[in-house]
């Protein structure tokens, strides 16, 4: 077991936040009336990170979290100065997710190791502390380096059965926050379908694919479009009380937080998360 040395206390951004492309700060505030702790921001935002602000301006207690910066189209100089120029104004609210992304879509893409290293080397250099920032990691090697070197890890499109594996490898004292997909809706046949618009991507990326068949996923079920299996693993759907008890499965496995990510559109974001804020025991 890895044990982590970052020294500082683990961020603390409540049990649930919500994963999406993007809120707005009108959003963000009634996220945050729900008890909702963050929200994560996901795709590759560029470096100034402009958009944290007015999120943070319209909430009072509400932290916003990268997830993530990719390290290949963001430089971890501008990134650095966007941390400090944040953290200065809002203290303690924004946690920097950083990634490697994927090899298919980068002609640059080197070793993630070395290349994560080396940009974890230089926010160091530029002063942002480890204690806010986190890295995307799936696999051990990358888990590991997590938790040396950052926070902890924010794992993307994993199960429990991967959270559970991913706290082994952090150790206790690390933060571990796997984001999860959900559909508000009965019918299996309207949530796989839902899932399948949003996972197609995923299938056809090597980390994501090598991540799957460790968790014990086969070549046939992870061909597109994807099995009904591994879809109802990645996916949660159901009654509320069914999706929650399915979010809580991280908890119990070692999460210390779980970023939510509602297949819906905007529009409809908020009353989705208000209906799963009280099977999740939240305000």
């Known amino acids: ?26 959003q963000a505030k009634e996220i945050e009336t729900l008890g909702y702790g963050a929200v994560w921001v996901g795709g590759s935002p560029p470096a100034e990170l402009e958009w944290v602000e007015p999120i943070l301006e319209a909430t009072t207690t509400l932290q916003v979290a990268t997830g993530i ?39 640059e893409y080197r070793k993630p ?30 888990l590991q380096l997590s938790a040396e070197r950052s926070a902890g890890a924010h794992p993307y499109l994993t199960t429990p059965e991967h959270t559970a594996g991913a ?4 150790g206790a004292d690390a933060f571990l926050a796997p984001e999860h997909k959900v559909v508000l809706t009965t019918d299996a046949d309207e949530a796989r379908a839902a899932g399948r618009d949003a996972l197609g991507i995923y299938l056809g990326l090597t980390n994501y694919l090598n991540n799957f068949k460790r968790l014990g996923f086969t070549d046939a079920e992870l061909a597109k479009p994807g099995a009904d299996r591994f879809i109802d693993a990645v996916v949660a759907y159901g009654t509320v009380d ?23 559109t905007p529009d409809k974001l908020v009353p989705a998360l208000a209906e799963l804020a009280g099977p999740l025991g939240l305000a």
């Open 167 to 170: 706290r082994e490898i952090l």
């Open 242 to 264: 069914a999706i929650a008890a399915r979010l809580k499965e991280h908890l119990a496995a070692g999460a210390d937080h779980v970023p939510v990510q509602v297949l819906t």
């Open 1 to 26: 077991m890895t044990a982590h040395t970052s020294g500082d206390a683990k961020p603390d951004l409540g049990r649930f936040g919500s994963f999406g492309r993007g809120v707005t700060p009108a």
């Open 113 to 142: 190791m070395e290349a994560l290293t080396d940009y974890l080397d230089k926010l160091d250099s530029y002063g942002v502390p480890k204690a806010r920032r986190v890295v995307a990691a799936l696999g051990p090697k990358v």
């Open 69 to 107: 910066v990719n390290i290949w189209t963001a430089a971890p100089g501008p990134v650095a100065e966007s941390f400090h120029r944040i953290d200065s104004a809002y203290p303690g609210r924004f946690l920097l997710g950083i990634g490697v992304g994927h090899r298919e879509a980068h002609v």
